[in-house]
C-alpha cells in the first residue's frame, strides 16, 4: 500500500502522505485527535481493521473531542459493540435534546413549524451492513476523523449546520469473519492473483450475521438484534439522510443511486423521493467522483421495491436512503479486467461519497426538512382517501405467535389496539405507509426482474388472519406486548397435565420438560375433558403428561409445569380423570409417547447458509433445542446413528453412491430426513424416495425462435420466482399439521423446486390452493404449469423411517411464524407418520 503510494506521489509530482490519499482536502487537522494511521499504527487499507478496533477509535474520539459522543445501541448474538458516534459542533450537541425535539416536530402531522432551516439536518451514515463489504467501515473512521478533527471551514460548516451519527458496522459478527479471514492470508508482497486464498472466503463467508443471516434484508422482518437495535435507535431520530454502503463484483466500477426504477406500479413512498432527491443527490456524487477520477454508473440495477433494505426503509420513514455500490477489491490487492484495485481505492470513493452526501444535504436542508414533514402529513391525506380504515386481527388459540406480530407493528411504531382477544390498526396514523407494507397484497406489477423478494405483506408470514375493515371501533391503545399473555397459575393435578399444541412456543416447553426427563405424549384425536369445572377441548396434537408415569413424584412434575408456563408463556391444564366427555379417553391408543429430539444439520460448502442459518436460529432462539452442525466435509466420519432426524437445506450435495446409501439406510431404519426446496428434489433425484417432480414441458415449437439479445436477462428472469405468497390446502389431522386449526395456510415461494403429489392419497401435506396467489410476482406460466400442479409439503415412506419433502422454506428470514410449526413437527412427531400404504 504504501508502496503504491510513493508510486502514486513520485507520478503526481507532489508529497502525498497514505493519510493525506484520502483526507488531504480538509486540511488543516487538529493535532490532539489522532488520525487513524496514528491510533491503529497502520495506514488505512493496509490491513482491514477489526471492529473492536473501530470501537475503540471511535470512543477516543468521543473522550477527547467536545464534537463527538458515543453510545451503544445494542449487542450482536457474539456479543460485539453495536455503536453510534454523534458528531456536530460543540453547541448543537450541548443542545442535543433541544435540537431532537425540534427535528421531531417535523415528523408530527400534528405540529405546524416551518423553520426549516433553523434546525440542523440529521444525518445517519451507516456502514457495512454486509460483512464482507469492509471498505466502507474504513471509509467511516477517515469520515469520523475528518468530522472531528478538521479546522478547514467547510467541515465547521456541516458540524454547525448538521447532527451526523456514524454507524460504523452495522454488522459487526460478519465484518470480523472476513477480517480475519483477509488478513490471515494477506502475503507480503501483497498477492493480487484473484485465485490467491485471500480473495477466496469459505463458507459461510462474512456477508451475513452470526447465524447466517442478511441484515440487508432484516430493517422490516427486524429478527435479529442488530436491526432490533437499530429501529429502537431510528425511531427515536428519523434521520433525513440515511446511507447504506456495500460492494459488489470486483469487475466493475461504483454505483449510486437513482436504481432501477421500482417494480411496483404504484410505489408507497412518494414519488418525489426518487424523481427528485435522488436526482438532487446523484448530481452531487458525480461530481466528487469526477474531480477523484473514478468511473461509476446509475440506474441500471438494484431495484429499491423491497422496504426491507438498509436503503429503502428510510424512504418509508420521510427519508432518504441511498444505496453505494464500491466493486470490491476481495482482499487488499486484487487484478481485474481494467488493471489493479486496492483496497484503499475502494475506501476512498467510500469516503468521498460519505461526505457528498453531508454536503448535499446540510446544502438542501430546507428542502429534506421539508419533505420529510409533508411525508407524515401526506400519510395522514392518503389514509382518509382510502375506503379501508384499519385492520383486525388475532388468533386466540396462538397468543405467542400474535404477540410476536405485534411486537413487530409496535417496533415499527405502528399503532395498535385491543379489544378482548381483538386487535386493530387503524390507517389514520403517521405510519400508514408501515401499516400498507404490513398488510397489503399486491398483484400488478412493472417489472418482472427482482433484485429480491417481490412479497412482504409481513401479516401473512405470521399467518394472522386479518381483515380490512371500513369503519373501526378501536378499543384500548397498547404500546408494549409484556402484559398481553396472561395466564392461569396451573393447579395442582396428581392425575395428568395437557397443553394445546397450537401455540407458537408449545414445542419449547414440550423440548424444556422433555430435557428434564418429564415423559409426555401426543394426541392423534381430538377429545374434551373436564378441566376444573368446565369442559375444555383440545386439538389434534394436544401433548399429555402423566403423572403417575414419571420418574418424579407429583410435586415436582407440578413445579416443573410451572416452570415451562411461566418460562414460554404457554398454558397448561390440571385434569383429574381419564375419561373424555368427547373423543378419545387419555389412555387411547391414539396417544403415543414423543421422543426427544436429536437433530443433525449438514452444513458447508455448496450448502445455502441463510436457510442453514434460519434452521439454527429457530431451534437455538426459538425452541432453546441444540442443533449439531456438521460439515460436509465431516460426512464420512458422522455417525447418524446418535439423531433422530437429519435436516438438508438447499444446497448441492455432490454425494457418492455409497454416501447417499449412508443416508438411506439411516433413514430406514425409522429416522426422519427433512428435506428443503432443492434437497427435496435431490432426495427424488438420488432415489431417496420414490416420488416425482413436475416435468418440465416440452418444448412444442420445432421452428427456432429468435429474440433480441438484449432482452435475454428480463425474458429469463421473470420465469424465477424472486418471492411470493401462496395460500396451501393443509391436511390438518396429519401429524405434520398438528397446531393448526384453518387449513387455509399462506406459504412462502421463492424456487423452482415443483414436488409431484403423493401417489400415497394419505401423504400430500399441503397442497397449493384452488386460487393459491395472496401477494407478489409470478408469471401465468408459472401459476398454470407448475403451482396448479403440484404440493408444497409431502411425507414418503423410506423402510421404517420416512422423509419429509418441504418444496418451500418454512423458515424463510426467520420470519415466518407461520409455517415455522411444519418444521418443527416434523421434527418432533416425524415418527408418528406412519404412512398407510395403498398396497
Ligand atoms: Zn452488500
Redesign the pocket.
Known sequence: MLKKLLLLVILSGFTLSAQDYFVQKYKPFTAEIPSPETFLGYAIGEHHTRHDLIVAYLEKLAELSDRASIEEYGRTHEGRKLVMLTVTSPKNLNNLNNLREAHLAFTDPKQKVSNYNEVPIFINLAYN??GN?PSSSEAALLTAYSLVASQNPEILKYLDNAVIFIDPTINPDGRDRHTQWVNTYQGSPEVADPQDAEHNEYWPMG?TNHYWFDL?RDWLLAINPESRGKLKWYHQWYPNVVTDF???GTQSTYFFEPMKTNASFDPIMPKENYEDLNTLFGNEFAKSLDSIGSLYFTKEVFDGTYPGYGSSYPDLQGGLGLLF?QASSRGHRQTTAFGEITFAFTIRNQYVSGLTTVKTAVDNKDIMRKYQQDFFKSALTNATKNKVKGYLFGDTHDQNRTKAFIDKLLLHKVEVYRSGNRFAVPTQQPQYRMVQTMFETYEKYRDSVYYDASAWSVANFYNMKYRPVNNLDLGEKISTTQELIKLEPVSKSSYAYIMDWDDYNAPAALYYLQQKGIIASSAAKPFSVRVNKDNKSFNYGAVLIPVSLQKVDGTSIHQMITEAQEKFNVPFYAVNSGLSDNGIDLGSGNISPIKQPKAVMLIGNGVRSYEAGEVWHLLDTRVHMPITKVPMRNFNKLNLDKYTSLVMVSGQYNFTKNQIEKIKQWTEKGNTLVTIGSASKWAIDKKIVQEELIAKEKDSTQIAVRKPYVDARENIGKESIGGVILKVDLDITHPLSYGYRDNQLPVYKNNSVWLAPSKNPYATVAKYAEDPHIDGFITKKNMAEHIMNSASLIVSKVGKGRAVLFADNPNFRGSWYGTNRLFLNALFLGDKINVPSQD
Open positions: 451492513v454486509h463489504e456477508r440487508n456495500h460492494e459488489m455500490e
